[in-house]
Every structure is written in structure tokens, then in C-alpha cells.
């Protein structure tokens, strides 16, 4: 159980420095862009989806207007 808790507060801070870094990612140190690599395997796919479905509804919409 400490483990769940642990494994939630390290998502959210690592949410958190994510959107702060974001912006500069290129300017990032080696180490520091392994840590942010890996922060961005983990939110990426979350933060992309959003965009799949609504391009997905987008063709699904078009095509019941015919």
C-alpha cells in the first residue's frame, strides 16, 4: 500500500516538473533528459490520446452526415 502512495506522489511531482520543463527540453542536461525521456514515455501516450479520439470522432462525424 505505501508503495501505491509512493509510486502516486512521484507521478504527480513528476507531472508537475514535466509541464515546467517542456517548454525547454532541448536545453536539458544528459542527465537530467533521461529523467524527463523517461517522464515523457509515461505522460505522452496520456496527453496524445485526447488527440486520437477527436480525429477518430472528426471521420466518424463526416461520415454520418452522408
Keep these: ?4 502512495k509512493i ?3 512521484v507521478l504527480i511531482i513528476g507531472l ?3 509541464s515546467k520543463v517542456l517548454p525547454c527540453k532541448d536545453k536539458l542536461i544528459s542527465q537530467n533528459k533521461a529523467i524527463f525521456d523517461f517522464f ?3 505522460f505522452s501516450p ?3 490520446f485526447p ?3 477527436d480525429k477518430a470522432f472528426l471521420r466518424l462525424e463526416s461520415v ?3
Design 1 to 4: 500500500m505505501i508503495f501505491i
Design 7 to 9: 509510486a502516486i506522489d
Design 16 to 18: 508537475f516538473l514535466y
Design 40 to 42: 515523457n514515455t509515461v
Design 46 to 48: 496520456i496527453f496524445n
Design 51 to 53: 488527440e486520437a479520439n
Design 64 to 66: 454520418c452526415r452522408l
